[in-house]
């Protein structure tokens, strides 16, 4: 079974050719780092993402106990 950076290694040989005009395979250390920069950037974006979304959860989470402690104090 193929990792996540194997199928973005052979899923972007087309865009780097379209992109830098060389094949992936003339200068493999320049594609590989190209590759590592989408790996990466996918993976913080991913992260980013994710702690947004905690973010927004532990606000909602916040606001419902402000509302539940001030409907108790009445």
Known sequence: ?????DRTFDKNK????????IDWNTNPQLYLT???SIYLSTITEIANNGLGQITAQQKETHQLLQ???QTLSK
Do not use: L, P, R, V
């Open 67 to 69: 509302h539940i402690s």
């Open 1 to 5: 079974m193929a990792s996540n950076f």
């Open 34 to 36: 190209y590759i590592q």
């Open 14 to 21: 087309t865009e780097f050719k379209n992109k830098f005009g």
